[in-house]
């Protein structure tokens, strides 16, 4: 749970998720629970401040997630996410969704593909309280991932010289169009744009055809994969100089990275790429070939490959040993008039019949599948390849699982993609008053806080005592000692700072007198009925419970960590 200590006091703390345990492989959405890990999430003590939206951003930080890291996603206030509304298609919302969530439109299929694992806060960014809650997140984030465009978040104060200020260890993750420098840093990114613009669209297509885009948005996914490999150096980099990271990655030099060796065909031998389909420009035959009811991927990128796909699949051996065929330059240079062999050879029979046959004879082939085919494909329903997971607002829902294995085993999927702000009442709820704290460690005598230490101890003792007396108190139906132990125990409540404690306490104390702490004083003296004093008094009891173990968890985990002095305010 993230969890910020009272404004312009003492900074606050965030529940770090534990290690899921093994078991079931639906995954209900409060507990951090699917397949057994092979090994600990080794990002589960990284927090990652997550301001990205769409997919490549998305794409990054759900990979850190994936690895365990703590991934706070801030969003808009009134819609989120820009892919929140891309729909159709959207999940089906069930018969008896969260209330708080009863406002939101379905949750879109598009959103959910980005941001598993992760939480959702709304956050003003251009108002001063929301920049504040902004910047106590940066003080105890270990990585910042934001896809504005450059100097968007530095004229508003949450640029990386701003954050590195505020943490100098911070790893500071900006994803844009263009980079951070040069004459187009200013330019917006868009997938589509930067597949025309680096050359990705002029590669793609039929060779008499136009240029097409990919099927799907693959340079946005690939600079997902970029930024998260680089800031897994920018952590490692911290670990060594205790410095902080800025990581300029952006979608124009992805492309062109992956553009592979047909960058590197230009770059060393000038040689200007064209559209070849599914076709490689230098390997034949090495494309899609029509069957008589589908479509079939055939590779014969070498000699032996191709001598077996003459004998055995066209019964043409021959072909193997024609002038025009007999190598692969030669089959280049002859490439249509090979293809054409090839292609009325297997329309003659189906594509199971051209499956069977090539199964197993050593020439690279494949099916072309639909979406449907591919989640039912036997390898894909082997290796479970998709994983379920309970979704408060959209039910049980079938997502792709992370695809990589660790000992033979994935990460989890601890959270379902959250709905817009679910997580916002819980992180920015007040446990602890800093101010209050800091005064009792000023009574220290010295860094160890012995003294202050020894009161949250006692205090958490007491405060089980107390509970227990009012759990008695309530069965005999006393008011007048559950007001008292309320009055108990929100002073010494409120001597530590433990503000939601406080608070509960206080309305038990005056409901134990018949007097309704929610209403105005002048009007306080009309008396409750005992009935209803003790109606509204059991609720209490269980929720002050709740909010101490709280406070405990924070208190004792401050007190029990090594800095435990560094209190920032």
């Known amino acids: ?67 365990g890291a703590d991934v706070i996603k801030v969003e ?19 018969r008896d969704p969260p209330p708080e969530a009863s406002h939101l439109p379905p949750e879109s299929a598009y959103f959910m593909s980005a941001n598993r694992n992760k939480r959702s806060i709304t956050v003003n960014f251009k108002h001063p309280d929301g920049l504040e809650i902004l910047h106590k997140l940066v003080e105890r984030s270990d990585v910042l991932v934001e896809n504005f465009v450059p100097g968007k978040l530095s004229s508003i104060g949450l640029g990386w010289e701003d954050c590195k200020r505020i943490n100098p260890r911070l790893v500071y993750a900006s994803i844009t169009g263009y980079g951070q420098t040069g004459p187009y840093r200013e330019a917006p990114g868009y997938d589509v744009v930067i597949e025309a613009e680096a050359g990705l669209m002029h ?11 990919v099927g799907v948005a693959v340079t946005d996914i690939m600079t997902g994969l970029y930024a998260h490999g680089a800031i897994m150096a920018g952590l490692r980099s911290v670990s060594q100089t205790d ?27 000038g040689n200007e790429a064209s559209r070849h389909g599914t076709a490689h420009p230098s390997i034949v035959p090495y494309q899609v070939f029509p069957c008589k009811d589908g479509f079939l991927m055939i590779g014969a990128g070498n000699e032996k490959q191709f001598k077996l796909l003459t004998t055995i699949i066209l019964q043409q051996p021959e072909l193997a040993h024609d002038p025009r065929f007999s190598t692969n330059a030669a089959r280049v240079a002859n490439r249509k008039e090979l293809i054409d062999i090839i292609s009325a050879a297997l329309k003659r029979h189906d594509r199971s019949h051209w499956i069977d046959r090539l199964t197993g004879i050593g020439i690279p082939f494949g099916p072309i599948n639909n979406i449907s085919q591919t989640f039912s494909h036997p390898q894909a329903v082997a290796r479970s390849s998709t994983v379920e997971v309970d979704h408060p607002r959209a039910g049980t829902v079938r997502m792709v699982a992370p695809p990589v294995t660790y000992n033979g085993k ?38 160890t806080h012995e003294f202050s230490r020894d009161l949250v101890h006692g205090y958490f003792k007491q405060a089980e005592s107390t509970f227990s007396e009012m759990d008695t108190a309530f069965a005999a139906r006393d008011l007048e000692q559950l007001s008292h132990h309320g009055h108990f125990l929100k002073g010494s409540s409120a001597t530590l700072g433990v503000i939601q404690v406080q608070g509960i306490c206080e309305k038990i104390q005056h409901l134990g007198q018949r ?28 929720r002050v419970k709740v909010e101490c173990a709280e406070a405990k968890k924070w208190l004792m985990n401050y007190y029990d960590t090594p800095d435990a002095g560094s209190f920032k305010v």
Request: charged share 25%; glycine share 4%; proline share 12%.
């Open 76 to 94: 808009e206030l009134s819609k989120g996410d820009d892919t929140r509304s891309w729909t159709p298609p959207s999940a089906p919302l069930p």
């Open 1 to 67: 749970m993230l969890t910020f200590i009272a404004r312009n006091s003492v900074a606050f703390s965030i529940r770090r998720p534990a290690v899921p345990c093994a078991g079931r492989s639906v995954i209900p959405c409060t507990r951090p629970l699917s397949v057994a890990t092979g090994i600990p999430p080794p990002l589960a003590d990284i927090r990652v401040l997550d301001l990205t939206r769409v997919l490549a951003g998305p794409t990054c930080t759900m990979l850190l997630a994936d690895l």
């Open 410 to 447: 994935r990460m989890p999927v601890r959270r379902p993609p959250p709905w817009l702000s679910q997580h916002t009442a819980e992180s920015t709820k007040v446990i602890i008053d800093g101010e209050m704290l800091r005064q009792l460690q000023e009574l220290d005598d010295d860094d």
């Open 203 to 213: 590669i793609t297509g039929e060779p008499d055809g136009p240029p097409c885009k």
């Open 243 to 269: 410095q902080g990271v800025w990581v300029d990655c952006n979608l124009f030099e992805t492309q062109l990275a992956g553009l592979a060796n047909i960058a590197s065909n230009y770059l060393i031998a």
């Open 515 to 542: 007097t309704d702490p929610d209403k105005k004083a002048e009007i306080k003296e009309a008396k409750l009925s005992p009935e209803e004093a003790l109606a509204r008094i059991k609720p209490l009891l269980a």
